[in-house]
């Protein structure tokens, strides 16, 4: 049965901490609903009403996009292990630009990845529980490494051109708010 919550509890925060992966959802009132699945230890309860997770360089940026036009952002963690749960936290996103006050001030939370682009802040509105009792039992075998790889493949000056070419705007023109540094 599903239970809502106006924020995160002690026993939420325990079962997110042990979660490998999220998936993070966003809109904007017209155009595509995003929903992508994240991981690479990137995830971090700031506290009972807030949460954040490092935003690494990748095919798109509709996160960013979503929550600069709308700011709706709906967070979802399961188990897959023996205790089914989901969890979702329904919130407002905010992003903090890498070289911005705020991503300093949060980046030493998050492990050292090559691509990090932003901090995507999620401002909880309400928690929901429920029973998972459909998601398959599974385990974790490794982290893939193949965004690291590639992202360091890439050097410096061609990460910052693939972010120009491929993370300014969404899927449906949209902008993000991305700013690419030039080399110094």
Known sequence: MAAFFDRLNEKHIAFIERQPMFFVASAAADGRINLSPKGMDTFRVLDAATVAYLDLTGSGNETAAHIKRDGRVTVMLNSFDKVPLILRLYGRGRVAAMGSAEFAAHKDRFPDLPGARQ?????????????????PEMALIAERQVLVQSTLARGEEGLRN?????????????????????HK
């Not at 693939?162 to 030039?182: H, P």
């Open 119 to 135: 901090i995507i802040f999620v401002d909880i509105d309400s928690v929901q529980t429920s029973c998972g009792y459909a998601v």
């Open 162 to 182: 693939y972010q120009r070419e491929k993370n300014m705007t969404s899927i449906d023109g949209f902008e993000t708010g991305l700013v690419v540094a030039d």
